[in-house]
């Protein structure tokens, strides 16, 4: 019995267990935004999502699903190229799990006011995007995309969003009217916003500068109270000409008040510089997705 339990297996299981369930609740908001709120007031979205439902405008008969499906098979065969093959199969699995999400999820969410639609829609999209971004794969699409240049540029994943879902919604004003392309711009708007907040909002990392005389003290009090690492390096003021030693480490988004509250209780006119971090790589402290 105490092999059974002891058997390596159970964390793969766990963790299997764990992305599928991201990727499945991820797949079930985006298509509760897509047939709840996109489709019934003629919304398009971005990327191959806004493809498909551009498609299935001209030709309702064609279902948004098998579209989707489609059209993912070039991203697809490049993400075999540029990405591990864990997050290619989690994306092809995300894929199958999103577009049947979209076939079976049959809601009509009664928000009659477009802007509001708009705004709600970009809500729940976002999430789901963003849950399944926190999972080692995708739903495919630009998702691929946005991981490659992640990796590649370290170009944010909304901002890679926001820049294709341009000309896709360039088209829908084109084919359809100008005023349901600009909810849907509000719409995708939000939902880069809400993608990014869910993927790195609270894991985002603090770069943080301190000048103080005082330094020795605060380093002490950070290594032993907030356990992160500090850098010191060699200054000079402009000015007055005088070496002195500035502190640097990177915290957690939770402990930057933790952090003022050493520097205030040492050095009360001390100088700190605090900044957001795109990505941080590192033991401990690094909070890159792991696709």
Request: charged share 15%; hydrophobic share 55%.
């Amino acid at each position: 019995m105490s092999v059974f339990f002891r058997w390596s297996g159970w964390q793969i299981l766990k963790n299997v267990g764990w992305n599928l369930g991201l990727l499945i609740l991820g797949s079930l908001l985006c298509a509760l935004a897509i047939n709840g709120v996109l489709i019934p007031h003629r919304f398009v979205s971005g990327g191959f999502t806004g493809l498909a439902l551009v498609i299935h405008y001209l030709f309702p008969f064609s279902p948004v699903a098998l579209v989707y499906i489609l059209a993912n098979v070039p991203l697809f065969i490049a993400g075999w190229f540029f990405i591990s093959r864990r997050f290619f199969i989690y994306s092809a699995i995300g894929m199958l799990l999103f577009a049947v999400a979209v076939a079976w999820v049959d809601v009509d969410i009664p928000v009659q006011d477009k802007l509001l639609a708009a705004l709600l829609a970009g809500l729940i999209q976002g999430v789901g995007s963003g849950i399944i971004l926190k999972s080692v794969g995708s739903a495919g699409g630009t998702d691929i995309l946005s991981v490659i240049l992640l990796q590649r540029f370290s170009i944010r994943l909304g901002t890679t969003v926001l820049g294709f879902n341009i000309l896709v919604l360039s088209a829908a004003a084109f084919l359809f009217s100008l005023e349901d392309a600009l909810y849907t711009l509000i719409y995708l708007y939000v939902a880069t916003k809400i993608v990014d907040l869910v993927v790195t909002g609270l894991s985002q990392r603090k770069a943080v500068f301190i000048i103080s005389p005082d330094w020795e003290k605060i380093s002490a009090r950070i290594l032993r109270e907030i356990h992160r690492g500090v850098t010191i390096l060699r200054g000079q003021g402009a000015y007055s000409a005088r070496e002195q030693q500035i502190l640097y480490t990177v915290v957690t988004f939770q402990e930057v008040a933790t952090l003022k509250q050493i520097v205030r209780k040492e050095d009360p006119n001390a100088f700190v510089v605090v900044s957001d971090t795109t990505e941080v790589m590192g033991h401990r402290i690094g909070n890159q997705p792991h696709w």
